[in-house]
């Protein structure tokens, strides 16, 4: 038996060595480092959304350790990490839309403008109108373009009529830059479009309904280089008029959009520090550990 | 060449016989069930296809007022109720004056149907100046007439081991050679209710008796069972014990023998509620239990199908979680719930033993015009049908199953067609 599996590609530990020397193997202790708090500054004045002691459990399961983090007015706070760190479960916190996990629970204070999110009068339909969020995969509705776009203005009954409408899908569309794209053919499937161009839908539907937040939970992980770069540059027009918060995998991107990033860790926020700061001269070990490639 | 190229090489042979060995079983299971489906459908074709037509027989009735025992004068009442069975007897006796014998006689009398007394009457109460005239009309002629004609009976046969004597042949052939017997299309099949005498027996009856009992069945099981799968798997709180145990029944209830469905409607619809028996709406409420779980169960899956992104997106968007139901995962899963619901419809359409618990079984001569009316359904029709001694029954058996058949494949076919409509990329 052994004989045959040796002889199976792939089996042989010779082939599993590539001609370039690895990388020093991991040690248990580069991951053990304590990590007591939060470092750099993720408190700003006068902040659009902030959290305190926030802790997010999956029934018994606790996925996110004492977060306190603010997020300023029209930037684009990116929060990196490695998988399963809890950055994308923190995003969730923020539109509440956790809630549709029935085993999820979630403690701690979350202010959009100084008003509790999670307060028991707080209707999570108008929280989410007001904090927008555009998911990994483009998800366009199964409608035409321009369905899509009217779908949160048609739901909130933001629009009085149809040139109002057909006003606020344009604009809507333009802002993500899609407009030109595909002016004539608003009434063709959405998910007719290319990945890129589907996931600019969804922004523009996002926008759509005006929002103050827009949450972007990796938008551009399904897209190609090029896409990536179309969705890069929009994030930074809309900039002007909106606050982001982006959850990437891709350290480049948050280098490239974002003004602040947060270091996400096995559950706990370890570094919130300008962007610049982060990537050239990151504070915590953990933090540098991740964006030198030790591991993530 | 590599020491695992060549493990590999050896193995390949084998791998190809199997996959051959497989294509070969599978090509040969689906020969097998398609020849039975074609032994099937062409015995129950060749059976059924005569009774499509049905012989008739011209006569030429002398509509006299002495006879028939009214004058042009009388009111209509009197025209109902006149005897145009004996203008019909006379006319007999004399197109064969030679037939003396009281047997004979009376067996003279039955070589043409009994409705052919009432065809007579319905012409004259249409039209009164009928009266005293001498017409030629087509009558049905009586089922052993009709079974003679279309060659399942064997006159070399003996005598005695025949429906049709020797006589009677005789008569068989001289209205043959006058032209006045002959084959057309048998309207009588789909225009009238069930009879017992075969050439007037008809499925209408059974026709609306399954459209009204479908109709009850549909609009009962499709609202509750969507309602309840869409609660199930959106709303109802997971890993609950009560959920669980609900869940477990609903799969427990597709496996229960339909018949048990029967009595259940016989004890609680009823006996306890009062629910007039024979109806197609005790049928369809009966059959509604039969057909939940089929529905549910599919609508759980198509609805469990639907992807989760879509949901977030509206959800995401601020729609509340009905919002999101209406507008995406219903719309998205119709078309898995629309075939569920066709198998279920087509199932019921096809039930027997539930109906025979709550009385739709019974001989019902009038087509039902309501929910309310007396009823039977198109396979009780088949069962009763072949239940009956007569020879004609046996070809019209098989022509009912035909046109039972036919509506099941339209059903399948429009639900391939909603399918289609309501199938959309995502």
């Given at each position: 038996?052994?004989e045959?599996l040796?002889?199976?590609?792939?089996?042989?530990?010779?082939?599993?060595?590539?001609?370039?020397?690895?990388?020093?193997?991991?040690?248990?202790?580069?991951?053990?480092?304590?990590?007591?708090?939060?470092?750099?500054?993720?408190?700003?004045?006068?902040?659009?959304?902030?959290?305190?002691?926030?802790?997010?459990?999956?029934?018994?399961?606790?996925?996110?350790?004492?977060?306190?983090?603010?997020?300023?007015?029209?930037?684009?706070?990116?929060?990196?990490?490695?998988?399963?760190?809890?950055?994308?479960?923190?995003?969730?916190?923020?539109?509440?839309?956790?809630?549709?996990?029935?085993?999820?629970?979630?403690?701690?204070?979350?202010?959009?403008?100084?008003?509790?999110?999670?307060?028991?009068?707080?209707?999570?339909?108008?929280?989410r109108?007001?904090?927008?969020?555009?998911?990994?995969?483009?998800?366009?509705?199964?409608?035409?373009?321009?369905?899509n776009?009217?779908?949160?203005?048609?739901?909130?009954?933001?629009?009085?009529?149809?040139?109002?409408?057909?006003?606020?899908?344009?604009?809507?569309?333009?802002?993500?830059?899609?407009?030109?794209?595909?002016?004539?053919?608003?009434?063709?499937?959405?998910?007719?479009?290319?990945?890129?161009?589907?996931?600019?839908?969804?922004?523009?539907?996002?926008?759509?309904?005006?929002?103050?937040?827009?949450?972007?939970?990796?938008?551009?992980?399904?897209?190609?280089?090029?896409?990536?770069?179309?969705?890069?540059?929009?994030?930074?027009?809309?900039?002007?008029?909106?606050?982001?918060?982006?959850?990437?995998?891709?350290?480049?991107?948050?280098?490239?959009?974002?003004?602040?990033?947060?270091?996400?860790?096995?559950?706990?926020?370890?570094?919130?520090?300008?962007?610049?700061?982060?990537?050239?001269?990151?504070?915590?070990?953990?933090?540098?550990?991740?964006?030198?490639?030790?591991?993530? | 060449?590599?020491?695992?190229?060549?493990?590999?090489?050896?193995?390949?042979?084998?791998?190809?016989a199997?996959?051959?060995?497989?294509?070969?079983?599978g090509?040969?299971?689906?020969?097998?069930?398609?020849?039975?489906?074609?032994?099937?459908?062409?015995?129950?074709?060749?059976r059924?296809?005569?009774?499509?037509?049905?012989?008739?027989?011209?006569?030429?009735?002398?509509?006299?007022?002495?006879?028939?025992?009214?004058?042009?004068?009388?009111?209509?009442?009197?025209l109902?109720?006149?005897?145009?069975?004996?203008?019909?007897?006379?006319?007999?006796?004399?197109?064969?004056?030679?037939?003396?014998?009281?047997?004979?006689k009376?067996?003279?009398?039955?070589?043409?149907?009994?409705?052919?007394?009432?065809?007579?009457?319905?012409?004259?109460?249409?039209?009164?100046?009928l009266?005293?005239?001498?017409?030629?009309y087509?009558?049905?002629?009586?089922?052993?007439?009709?079974?003679?004609?279309?060659?399942?009976i064997?006159?070399?046969?003996?005598?005695?081991?025949?429906?049709?004597?020797?006589?009677?042949?005789?008569?068989?052939?001289?209205?043959?050679?006058?032209?006045?017997?002959?084959?057309?299309?048998?309207?009588?099949?789909?225009?009238?209710?069930?009879?017992?005498?075969?050439?007037?027996?008809?499925?209408?009856?059974?026709?609306?008796?399954?459209?009204?009992?479908?109709?009850?069945?549909?609009?009962?099981?499709?609202?509750?069972?969507?309602?309840a799968?869409?609660?199930?798997?959106?709303f109802?709180?997971?890993?609950?014990?009560?959920v669980?145990?609900?869940?477990?029944?609903?799969?427990?209830?597709?496996?229960?023998?339909?018949?048990?469905?029967?009595?259940?409607?016989?004890?609680?619809?009823?006996?306890?509620?009062?629910?007039?028996?024979?109806?197609?709406?005790?049928?369809?409420?009966?059959?509604?239990?039969?057909?939940?779980?089929?529905i549910?169960?599919?609508?759980?899956?198509?609805?469990?199908?639907?992807?989760?992104?879509?949901?977030?997106?509206?959800?995401?968007?601020?729609?509340?979680?009905?919002?999101?139901l209406?507008?995406?995962?219903?719309?998205?899963?119709m078309?898995?719930?629309?075939?569920?619901?066709?198998?279920?419809?087509a199932?019921?359409?096809?039930?027997?033993?539930?109906?025979?618990?709550?009385?739709?079984?019974?001989?019902v001569?009038?087509?039902?015009?309501?929910?309310f009316?007396?009823?039977?359904?198109?396979?009780?029709?088949?069962?009763?049908?072949?239940?009956?001694?007569?020879?004609?029954?046996?070809?019209?058996?098989?022509?009912a199953?035909?046109?039972?058949?036919?509506?099941?494949?339209?059903?399948?076919?429009?639900?391939?067609?909603?399918?289609?409509?309501?199938?959309?990329?995502?």
């Amino acid at each position: 038996m052994n004989e045959i599996l040796e002889t199976l590609p792939g089996t042989t530990t010779q082939s599993l060595q590539s001609d370039e020397p690895k990388p020093e193997a991991k040690t248990r202790d580069e991951f053990d480092v304590e990590i007591d708090g939060t470092v750099g500054q993720p408190f700003v004045d006068n902040p659009k959304m902030s959290s305190r002691n926030c802790d997010v459990f999956y029934a018994e399961k606790q996925a996110i350790f004492d977060v306190n983090v603010d997020i300023g007015r029209n930037e684009i706070i990116a929060m990196i990490g490695p998988s399963g760190c809890g950055k994308s479960t923190y995003l969730r916190v923020l539109n509440r839309m956790n809630d549709t996990i029935p085993i999820c629970r979630t403690t701690g204070t979350h202010t959009l403008d100084g008003e509790d999110i999670y307060a028991k009068d707080q209707d999570p339909v108008l929280l989410r109108a007001r904090v927008g969020m555009v998911f990994q995969k483009p998800n366009p509705f199964p409608k035409s373009i321009y369905d899509n776009v009217a779908y949160g203005p048609r739901l909130h009954g933001l629009t009085s009529n149809r040139s109002e409408l057909d006003d606020l899908v344009e604009a809507s569309l333009t802002k993500a830059g899609l407009f030109k794209e595909v002016k004539d053919d608003l009434q063709k499937p959405g998910t007719g479009l290319s990945g890129g161009q589907q996931q600019r839908l969804c922004i523009a539907r996002a926008i759509a309904v005006d929002p103050e937040v827009i949450l972007m939970d990796e938008p551009t992980s399904a897209l190609d280089p090029i896409a990536t770069a179309i969705i890069e540059e929009l994030m930074d027009d809309l900039k002007e008029s909106y606050t982001i918060a982006i959850v990437t995998h891709s350290m480049q991107q948050a280098a490239r959009v974002s003004q602040r990033t947060a270091y996400f860790h096995l559950g706990r926020l370890v570094e919130v520090n300008d962007t610049d700061k982060v990537f050239t001269n990151p504070e915590h070990q953990l933090t540098e550990n991740y964006i030198t490639g030790r591991f993530g | 060449m590599k020491d695992s190229t060549k493990i590999i090489k050896a193995g390949l042979n084998k791998r190809y016989a199997r996959e051959k060995r497989f294509k070969f079983f599978g090509l040969c299971s689906i020969i097998l069930s398609f020849a039975f489906l074609l032994i099937l459908l062409s015995t129950i074709v060749g059976r059924g296809l005569p009774a499509f037509q049905q012989t008739y027989m011209k006569l030429d009735v002398t509509l006299d007022e002495e006879t028939l025992g009214v004058t042009s004068n009388s009111s209509s009442k009197e025209l109902f109720s006149a005897k145009y069975d004996k203008v019909i007897r006379n006319t007999l006796y004399d197109m064969f004056p030679n037939v003396s014998d009281r047997k004979e006689k009376r067996a003279l009398r039955n070589i043409v149907s009994n409705s052919a007394a009432y065809d007579l009457r319905d012409k004259v109460i249409a039209n009164p100046e009928l009266l005293g005239t001498t017409q030629s009309y087509w009558f049905l002629a009586k089922d052993d007439v009709d079974v003679y004609m279309k060659g399942n009976i064997d006159r070399n046969l003996p005598e005695s081991d025949r429906r049709i004597k020797d006589f009677q042949l005789v008569w068989i052939d001289r209205l043959i050679a006058e032209d006045r017997l002959e084959k057309r299309f048998n309207t009588v099949l789909f225009n009238a209710a069930d009879s017992r005498e075969p050439e007037q027996a008809g499925m209408r009856g059974a026709i609306m008796g399954s459209f009204l009992t479908m109709l009850v069945t549909l609009l009962l099981s499709f609202p509750v069972a969507v309602a309840a799968a869409a609660y199930l798997e959106e709303f109802a709180p997971q890993n609950n014990r009560w959920v669980d145990l609900i869940e477990v029944n609903i799969n427990n209830l597709a496996a229960v023998p339909s018949i048990v469905f029967g009595l259940l409607g016989l004890a609680v619809f009823i006996n306890f509620f009062g629910v007039p028996r024979s109806t197609p709406l005790i049928g369809g409420l009966v059959l509604s239990l039969m057909t939940l779980p089929t529905i549910i169960i599919a609508s759980r899956a198509a609805i469990k199908a639907v992807p989760p992104s879509i949901k977030e997106a509206a959800i995401g968007m601020g729609a509340s979680p009905v919002q999101t139901l209406f507008q995406h995962t219903l719309p998205l899963a119709m078309p898995g719930i629309l075939t569920g619901t066709i198998i279920g419809m087509a199932q019921a359409l096809g039930e027997t033993a539930p109906l025979l618990m709550i009385g739709m079984v019974a001989f019902v001569a009038e087509v039902p015009g309501g929910i309310f009316d007396p009823a039977t359904v198109m396979p009780v029709q088949i069962y009763l049908w072949s239940d009956s001694p007569e020879r004609a029954f046996t070809e019209r058996t098989s022509a009912a199953i035909m046109v039972l058949l036919a509506f099941l494949i339209v059903m399948n076919l429009i639900a391939i067609i909603l399918r289609k409509k309501f199938e959309r990329r995502w």
